[in-house]
């Protein structure tokens, strides 16, 4: 599949749209230009590439809709080069917003059909610095921690005790939590036992699950 001049116009117009909606870091809306969403999705699905939507990606589970993927781009508040952690890689079209953002990604998925999937998407695209992990999302990766940026794309029940530990000083966790509806949480490490909450709305997500799956 080619990234036609097509895509790119309606990804232009899309990404015009959300920038009405919300006023954005351009460096997100810049990295969400350069990530082609049609190539992360089911075949059959291209046409509906650039509408403001979640779509399926197989395993039960949803590529976020681009307005969501924005906002929480926009919510870490990451520098360039800045270690980030994401908990549900799934097809990886938000790794790659991550990526082409400058940060350097550390990426957990559960469902091993889709960690599969998101390395065929990574290296279709050459994408080769995102480090990708076959594993239980709420262990993180301590080994690699302390991380800037913490971002979940599940809704979790409540904010994981074990990530905020992985969390830098300074550093920002994004996360939606709650059940039914999720609130997305902002949690900023502000020392080695504080953290300031935030909240930026409501939204709705497949739940974050414990342990993996064949």
Known sequence: ?????????????LLQQLSKKYNFDSRVIEA?????????????????????KPLPIGAKQTISQPYTVAMQSHLLGL????????????????????????LRVFSIERQRSL????????????????VLFYGDGF???????????????????????TLLKQLAIGGRMVIPVGTEVQT??????????????????????????EGVEG
């Open 79 to 102: 520098n360039k080069y800045d270690k980030v952690l994401e908990i549900g890689t799934g097809c990886a079209y938000q790794t790659a917003v991550l990526v082409e953002m400058g």
């Open 139 to 161: 262990a993180g990766l301590p080994q690699f921690a302390p991380f800037k940026g913490i971002l979940i794309t599940c809704g979790a029940p409540e904010i994981p005790r």
């Open 184 to 209: 997305m949480v902002v949690v900023e490490r502000v020392s080695e036992n504080d953290f300031v909450k935030t909240e930026h709305g409501d939204y709705k997500f497949v739940p974050m699950l």
């Open 1 to 13: 599949m080619l990234d036609t001049l097509q895509h790119k116009g309606r990804r232009k117009q």
């Open 32 to 52: 969400m230009n350069k990530v082609p969403r049609h190539m992360f999705l089911e075949y059959g699905l291209d046409h509906l590439a650039y509408m403001d």
């Open 115 to 130: 960690y599969l999937l998101s390395q065929k998407n990574l290296a279709r695209l050459e994408y080769d610095s995102p």
